[in-house]
């Protein structure tokens, strides 16, 4: 009988972090952290404009009309989002997708390149027990191996399969490349509590 390799298992993350706006402190802990589409609908604004904004590129920060600040997304400018792009998708449908997830990072390192990336705006980092969250919200989260945000400085190629289920991840690894990768983010199609057990850190930065 031929025993086949025994598939090394993928190291679990200790910490997941959020980077957020100071200005959104307080709907984040009354309400949770929310996806930008979930935002747009909470701020009651019209169909219309939350699909041109969901599926445009927004070169400054959005203020809603109840105060929350949604970030610019600068680093994904549309002819160079488009020239990365796979699987016949255009920039407004990527910009769709990522606007309908909560994002996380992995690797604090990367947290502090976006915090540098935003410039004087006070920011806030939560700090996520990572074991307790995806062992709640697993079944809602993707990960993914590229900074889906960036589009800049010679972008790795993304499309419809660059996200992965968690769980699939877990089980199987990438469809393609290192089977043993780290995630660069987290993706969450859920809203996220913003309180004890998940949330074991809020600090100002």
């Not at 200790?14 to 957020?20: E, N, P, S």
Request: charged share 25%; glycine share 6%; with cysteine.
């Amino acid at each position: 009988m031929t025993i086949g390799r025994a598939r090394r298992p993928r190291a679990r993350v200790g910490a997941l972090y959020h980077l957020a706006d100071a200005a959104n402190l307080d709907s984040i802990l009354a309400h949770g952290l929310l996806s930008t589409e979930r935002l747009l609908a909470q701020a009651g604004l019209p169909d219309r404009d939350r699909t041109a904004i969901l599926r445009g590129h927004r070169m400054c920060n959005l203020h809603l009309p109840n105060g929350v600040v949604i970030r610019d997304q600068k680093p994904m400018p549309p002819a160079a989002l488009a020239a990365a792009l796979d699987d016949d998708m255009q920039p407004a449908d990527w910009y769709a997708l990522l606007n309908g997830h909560v994002f996380l990072w992995s690797d604090r390192d990367r947290m502090e390149r976006q915090r540098h990336a935003c410039g004087p705006r006070p920011q806030i980092v939560l700090t996520f027990d990572a074991a307790r969250l995806l062992d709640t919200f697993g079944d809602h989260a993707l990960v993914s191996p590229i900074n889906s945000g960036n589009a800049r400085r010679k972008p790795a190629r993304r499309g419809r399969d660059t996200l992965v289920p968690y769980r699939t991840w877990r089980r199987v690894g990438w469809p393609a490349g290192s089977r043993h990768r780290a995630p660069a983010e987290f993706l969450f199609r859920c809203t996220l509590p913003a309180k004890p057990p998940y949330v074991v850190n809020v600090e100002p930065l």
